[in-house]
């Protein structure tokens, strides 16, 4: 496309995502411009459907950082209506259940169970009503830079591109929205970012990003299962003592219950398949009673940051800067990011406004290490490369740290690439999982129709195999192809052609549910993520 068909939006500050740390920062640019009595062109630009669709999360919400933005947010109406009540951590073996005493850090009080997913929604409505503009169902595919190299803000992608790379009827170019600063908050493993990561070496000096699938349900339970305000997570079975990972249960109002299950990206068995544990999970004899008699309305999936402190990248760069999950601000031990991905939102604004009024040195991560972020964090850093030691040695080792030490321990543990840490599959043990029964359990094809998950058929694909050849001569040869069961959607699958000598990989990309996953596992590193056409992907309803 060249940039001579594209319109062009000016702007003071483009912000790339319409999450938490997105919308905190657009909300705290036009306050910080309201304070100073001057105008702030400020654009949010928005892949998903709505503001919404896209965001998936626990949620148990700490509201510190919505403090600050809007002390009197309870008076504005922000959908905070089930506040938490009873934390419970539990050991699951194959037919029991033990309570283990819960960590400090997973203690509740004061905070609220909620669908962020609406709370974005809501703080979209704050934006607008203070000038932001926004844009959802437009996917930020391009990052612009200008002859300095300098980032002077994005390209949103064309529309009506057929599978074979040519214009349909349907056709309309992107549009340029051109920024004085551009903040990305694409959310984990954002496309763009690990671009601007390249291009800037804002990971030199720092450790490698870790990460975790996080599954999700939504369901209606029967009234006399139900506990407003109840948190349970747990730990064990169905996983092995080696693989990190655990579950979920929140209890939000109107007889919702949220489950879910979280494994971390580093596992080392091929065979081990996220969403068959997770549906395996919900059959424990302690667990299944909670569901039996309800029903299922939603299903997501989502990767999510857990390198915290040591992989915090360099956020700023000329034109911009990263917030939020983009950058990696999970408390992991804490189980929450939102907090600190919208404060990471709201200091980067302030730095920005600064920027913007002249003070071109200032900078976002000097800003944050003088922020409640950056002690938060710190203090937790080593827990989870801790699990490394395995279950029982990473809590432990997480009790010694947290009660002994208090999180100033004179060394800090690193982390290591996820994608290094898969074993040959002729060296690992296959895993079988039950059949589901289609009341607790299900399967994949099901799950993702109830997620909503559209994408216009006629379009390239979003998930490109950089070395085709790779996906047989490794992964299927050496990992009996592992995407075939880490992706959460069914999207990836060996098929055999009779008469051919070799199976081929088939990527029945619609199905996407935009976790990131196979960006971020595959051995080889030979999957991209992509932004489809904006709009598409699922569309997520209280989650």
């Given at each position: 496309?060249?940039?001579?068909?594209?319109?062009?939006?000016?702007?003071?500050?483009?912000?790339?995502?319409?999450?938490?740390?997105?919308?905190?920062?657009?909300?705290?640019?036009?306050?910080?411009?309201?304070?100073?009595?001057?105008?702030?062109?400020?654009?949010?630009?928005?892949?998903?459907?709505?503001?919404?669709?896209?965001?998936?999360?626990?949620?148990?919400?700490?509201?510190?950082?919505?403090?600050?933005?809007?002390?009197?947010?309870?008076?504005?109406?922000?959908?905070?209506?089930?506040?938490?009540?009873?934390?419970?951590?539990?050991?699951?073996?194959?037919?029991?259940?033990?309570?283990?005493?819960?960590?400090?850090?997973?203690?509740?009080?004061?905070?609220?169970?909620?669908?962020?997913?609406?709370?974005?929604?809501?703080?979209?409505?704050?934006?607008?009503?203070?000038?932001?503009?926004?844009?959802?169902?437009?996917?930020?595919?391009?990052?612009?830079?200008?002859?300095?190299?300098?980032?002077?803000?994005?390209?949103?992608?064309?529309?009506?591109?057929?599978?074979?790379?040519?214009?349909?009827?349907?056709?309309?170019?992107?549009?340029?929205?051109?920024?004085?600063?551009?903040?990305?908050?694409?959310?984990?493993?954002?496309?763009?970012?690990?671009?601007?990561?390249?291009?800037?070496?804002?990971?030199?000096?720092?450790?490698?990003?870790?990460?975790?699938?996080?599954?999700?349900?939504?369901?209606?339970?029967?009234?006399?299962?139900?506990?407003?305000?109840?948190?349970?997570?747990?730990?064990?079975?169905?996983?092995?003592?080696?693989?990190?990972?655990?579950?979920?249960?929140?209890?939000?109002?109107?007889?919702?219950?949220?489950?879910?299950?979280?494994?971390?990206?580093?596992?080392?068995?091929?065979?081990?398949?996220?969403?068959?544990?997770?549906?395996?999970?919900?059959?424990?004899?302690?667990?299944?009673?909670?569901?039996?008699?309800?029903?299922?309305?939603?299903?997501?999936?989502?990767?999510?940051n857990e390198g915290g402190f040591q992989s915090i990248p360099r956020l700023d760069f000329p034109g911009g800067a990263l917030i939020g999950d983009t950058a990696g601000f999970l408390n992991v031990p804490k189980i929450k990011g939102s907090h600190t991905a919208m404060k990471s939102g709201m200091v980067a604004a302030e730095v920005v406004f600064a920027r913007l009024g002249g003070n071109a040195g200032a900078q976002v991560?000097?800003?944050?290490?003088?922020?409640?972020?950056?002690?938060?964090?710190?203090?937790?850093?080593?827990?989870?490369?801790?699990?490394?030691?395995?279950?029982?040695?990473?809590?432990?080792?997480?009790?010694?740290?947290?009660?002994?030490?208090?999180?100033?321990?004179?060394?800090?543990?690193?982390?290591?690439?996820?994608?290094?840490?898969?074993?040959?599959?002729?060296?690992?043990?296959?895993?079988?999982?039950?059949?589901?029964?289609?009341?607790?359990?299900?399967?994949?094809?099901?799950?993702?129709?109830?997620?909503?998950?559209?994408?216009?058929?006629?379009?390239?694909?979003?998930?490109?195999?950089?070395?085709?050849?790779?996906?047989?001569?490794?992964?299927?040869?050496?990992?009996?192809?592992?995407?075939?069961?880490?992706?959460?959607?069914?999207?990836?699958?060996?098929?055999?052609?009779?008469?051919?000598?070799?199976?081929?990989?088939?990527?029945?990309?619609?199905?996407?549910?935009?976790?990131?996953?196979?960006?971020?596992?595959?051995?080889?590193?030979?999957?991209?993520?992509?932004?489809?056409?904006?709009?598409?992907?699922?569309?997520?309803?209280?989650?």
């Open positions: 496309m060249s940039d001579a068909q594209r319109e062009k939006m000016e702007y003071d500050v483009v912000v790339v995502g319409g999450g938490p740390s997105g919308l905190a920062a657009a909300i705290r640019l036009k306050q910080l411009a309201a304070a100073a009595g001057s105008e702030l062109a400020v654009c949010v630009v928005e892949k998903g459907s709505e503001v919404g669709a896209h965001i998936l999360s626990g949620a148990v919400f700490e509201p510190r950082a919505l403090n600050e933005l809007f002390p009197d947010w309870k008076e504005r109406g922000a959908p905070l209506n089930t506040p938490a009540t009873d934390d419970r951590f539990l050991y699951l073996t194959t037919n029991r259940a033990l309570r283990l005493p819960t960590p400090p850090q997973m203690h509740n009080h004061g905070n609220y169970i909620i669908s962020l997913g609406n709370l974005c929604r809501w703080l979209a409505q704050q934006a607008e009503a203070l000038g932001v503009e926004i844009y959802p169902g437009f996917a930020a595919a391009e990052v612009l830079y200008d002859q300095a190299g300098r980032v002077r803000g994005v390209a949103t992608g064309d529309m009506g591109i057929g599978k074979d790379g040519k214009p349909t009827e349907r056709y309309t170019p992107g549009v340029e929205l051109i920024a004085r600063e551009t903040l990305f908050a694409e959310g984990c493993r954002g496309s763009l970012t690990k671009t601007l990561i390249r291009r800037f070496h804002l990971r030199d000096g720092h450790d490698p990003q870790t990460y975790a699938i996080g599954l999700k349900e939504l369901w209606e339970v029967a009234p006399e299962r139900h506990q407003p305000g109840l948190v349970v997570h747990t730990v064990g079975w169905p996983l092995d003592g080696s693989t990190y990972g655990g579950s979920f249960l929140y209890h939000l109002e109107n007889h919702q219950v949220a489950v879910g299950f979280v494994i971390g990206l580093d596992y080392g068995n091929p065979y081990l398949n996220p969403f068959e544990e997770f549906q395996r999970f919900k059959t424990h004899p302690a667990i299944r009673p909670i569901f039996e008699g309800g029903r299922r309305i939603s299903y997501g999936a989502r990767a999510l991560r000097q800003a944050l290490e003088q922020s409640w972020i950056w002690d938060e964090l710190y203090q937790v850093r080593n827990i989870r490369p801790s699990f490394r030691l395995g279950l029982w040695g990473g809590l432990a080792y997480s009790a010694f740290d947290t009660y002994v030490l208090r999180g100033r321990a004179p060394w800090t543990l690193h982390h290591h690439p996820d994608h290094t840490q898969l074993i040959r599959a002729s060296q690992a043990p296959r895993i079988d999982y039950p059949r589901p029964d289609g009341k607790i359990s299900f399967d994949r094809l099901s799950s993702v129709f109830i997620s909503n998950t559209n994408h216009e058929e006629d379009q390239p694909s979003h998930l490109r195999l950089r070395d085709p050849a790779k996906a047989i001569t490794i992964n299927y040869r050496l990992y009996d192809s592992p995407e075939q069961r880490y992706c959460p959607a069914g999207v990836y699958e060996i098929v055999e052609d009779p008469g051919t000598a070799e199976p081929r990989l088939q990527i029945n990309a619609p199905n996407c549910v935009h976790c990131k996953t196979c960006d971020i596992k595959d051995p080889e590193q030979n999957i991209d993520w992509v932004v489809p056409e904006g709009g598409g992907g699922p569309n997520y309803p209280n989650m």
